[in-house]
């Protein structure tokens, strides 16, 4: 999955992201002729509304219809917009599923505002179930950007997985 782009290269207009869009199709199509899938991984800039009034989200995927999403369900949700929304919307998209949360408001600054996954404001159990039931997601990636402990995160993190 491509993982990011640098600000200073993104795109200003909704064409712009289009044809961004396409030039990672283009390498999709090469990926798929050797039996791989390829697709973007997204961050919250992507749903921030362009002057146009859609999200680069949408018109990175207008660009090409090969290629697949790692949906980072916690910078959806950074970006204020509402997962399960986009999971639907783009849920043939999606096979790869990165799982963090969001500590509350004022919490967790030292660890840049995340937590462990089950104790922030993400509503994992809705969105693990539109993950099984409405996507192709083939691979759950539990992550953390900045833990204090990443044993005791992983731990705690994977725990509340198991029990959804």
Known sequence: YCPYIMPDQRPKTGAGWKKFGARLGAAAEQYRDEGYIFGWHNHDFEFAKLKDGSTPHERIFEGSELLNWEVDVAWIARAKQ???????????????????????????????????????????????????????????????????????????????????
């Not at 929304?85 to 500590?103: M, N, P, Q």
């Not at 179930?129 to 759950?140: A, F, G, H, Q, S």
Request: with cysteine.
């Open 82 to 164: 509402n997962p399960v929304k986009w999971l639907k919307a783009y849920g043939d998209r999606v096979t790869s599923a990165h799982v963090k949360d969001i500590a509350e408001k004022g919490k967790n600054l030292d660890q840049d505002g995340w937590c462990d996954v089950g104790k922030g404001t993400v509503k994992w159990p809705e969105i693990f179930k539109v993950l099984r039931e409405e996507t192709d997601c083939l691979t759950y990636v539990m992550e953390h950007d900045n833990p204090k402990d990443v044993a005791a995160w992983a731990k705690a993190s994977i725990n509340f997985c198991k029990k959804l």
